[in-house]
């Protein structure tokens, strides 16, 4: 790659200037606020809330705030959100790469990766162990790629400093999701079905990583706030916070909500499968690593699920965003708010997701309620 590849002023046109988004603040600086939030890049993680931030923003606006927890925060897309509105945000999740994607853009003020860097990572060497190409060979993607993702994680040194590492592993997650065939990593292969001529399928990891190196880099900015990003139990998270962001992977009318089996391979590479909980399942055809408990994935435990987390964040303002294909049921969800908040209001508007596993059953899922409920 040429150094040039990585100062493009195209480098993510598609990010910085998302298609298709109505800002309800026309021209106002809350207009200005809510591009940068939109210049977040779109994902493709399951359940993201990234094409509905500007009517999330509308409503928390109107909330006095100054501090947030962004309890499950997933891609990191309200979380940046939140961090583009001035205030000081904690962002938590239980994946170890949503959590590196929150390192990258809400904890880190300042850090970027140099091109220098970029290259100190990208540079061959010898006496690798070549674990991923040796694991995922004839599972993921094509054995360049593998290699360039062994390369990487060999030259890690090549980055100075934890935010750094962040924006490293930031990139690498991106690249995958948008190389891999619709963006999940429950089947083994690279099937010619999906190879349509799109450029996220023509291009290699690299390109995508280096590309993605300069997507990140520019969402990098101090609002003069000390943000958070953790990773764990929502119910181990410290301290109290004005306003607590709730979008739990709430159990779906059909299929399953499991993070941990559409998204493995990224959760391994997020620390090259080192990390405690990362360990492969050699006997599974696509690597898969142990599945951990929510109760947040399972209709005999969800309601209990929630009304702890209501209970633990009784003092601050809660805002939940749901479904109407989640189970529980709305009503159900409403009633147990109200046993802790005075004041209970429910937004609502139509949301098409374009996330799904099946062809036959994504045109019945793809077109839901989406809503807000806040409790002050």
Same mark, same amino acid.
């Given at each position: 790659m040429?150094?040039?590849? &990585? ?9 910085? =200037?998302?298609?298709?988004?109505? !800002?309800p603040?026309?021209?106002s600086? @809350? ?5 940068r ?7 493709? /993680?399951?359940?993201?809330?990234? %094409?509905?931030l ?40 239980f994946?170890?790469?949503a959590s590196?994607?929150?390192?990258? $853009?809400?904890?880190n003020?300042?850090?970027?990766? +140099? ?10 060497r ?5 674990? &991923? ?18 390369t990487?994680?060999?030259n890690?040194?090549?980055? +100075?400093?934890?935010?750094?590492k ?7 997650? %991106? ?10 990593? $429950?089947? =083994?292969?690279d ?13 290699? !990891?690299? @390109? ?10 520019? !969402?990098?900015?101090?609002?003069g706030?000390?943000?958070?990003a953790?990773?764990?139990d ?14 739990p ?18 959760e ?5 499968? %080192? =990390? @405690?909980?990362?360990?492969?399942l050699?006997?599974?055809k696509?690597?898969? &690593? ?17 009304? %702890? ?17 989640g189970?529980p049921?709305l ?13 209970? =209001? &429910? ?7 374009? /996330? ?6 994504? +045109? ?13």
């Amino acid at each position: 790659m040429g150094s040039s590849a &990585i100062h493009r002023s195209d480098v993510a046109a598609e990010v910085l =200037a998302p298609r298709q988004i109505t !800002l309800p603040f026309a021209g106002s600086a @809350e207009e200005e606020t809510l591009r940068r939030a939109c210049a977040y890049p779109r994902l493709r /993680f399951m359940g993201s809330k990234h %094409r509905l931030l500007p009517w999330i923003a509308g409503h928390l606006r109107r909330l006095s705030f100054e501090s947030a927890l962004d309890a499950f925060s997933g891609s990191g897309c309200v979380s940046y959100l939140l961090k583009c509105l001035g205030k000081q945000v904690t962002s938590n999740d239980f994946l170890l790469f949503a959590s590196a994607l929150a390192r990258a $853009t809400i904890e880190n003020s300042r850090h970027k990766v +140099s091109e220098t860097t970029v290259r100190g990572l990208l540079r061959q060497r010898t006496g690798g162990d070549g674990f &991923i190409l040796r694991t995922f060979r004839g599972v993921f993607f094509q054995p360049g790629d593998l290699r360039f993702l062994d390369t990487v994680w060999a030259n890690m040194d090549a980055a +100075s400093n934890e935010a750094e590492k962040a924006i490293v592993v930031s990139a690498m997650v %991106r690249a995958c999701l948008k190389r891999q065939p619709r963006g999940v990593f $429950t089947v =083994a292969g690279d099937p010619e079905r999906y190879k349509d001529g799109r450029r996220d399928l023509r291009m290699s !990891l690299e @390109e995508h990583f280096i590309e993605s190196i300069g997507v990140f880099n520019n !969402l990098v900015f101090s609002n003069g706030c000390r943000n958070k990003a953790l990773c764990g139990d929502v119910f181990d998270v410290p301290g109290q916070h004005d306003l607590v962001y709730l979008d739990p992977p709430y159990v779906p009318r059909t299929d399953d909500n499991c993070y941990v089996k559409r998204y493995h391979f990224l959760e391994g590479l997020a620390s090259c499968w %080192r =990390a @405690e909980g990362t360990e492969i399942l050699h006997h599974t055809k696509v690597r898969k &690593i142990p599945k951990r408990f929510t109760p947040f994935s399972y209709r005999r435990t969800a309601l209990e699920g929630f009304g %702890r987390l209501f209970e633990r964040f009784r003092e601050s303002i809660l805002v939940l965003s749901y479904s109407s294909n989640g189970y529980p049921d709305l009503e159900v969800l409403v009633k147990l708010m109200r046993s802790f908040k005075r004041g209970v =209001a &429910i937004h609502e508007r139509g949301h098409r997701y374009h /996330f799904g596993t099946h062809a036959q059953v994504s +045109s019945r899922r793809a077109v839901v309620r989406e809503y807000l409920v806040i409790g002050e």
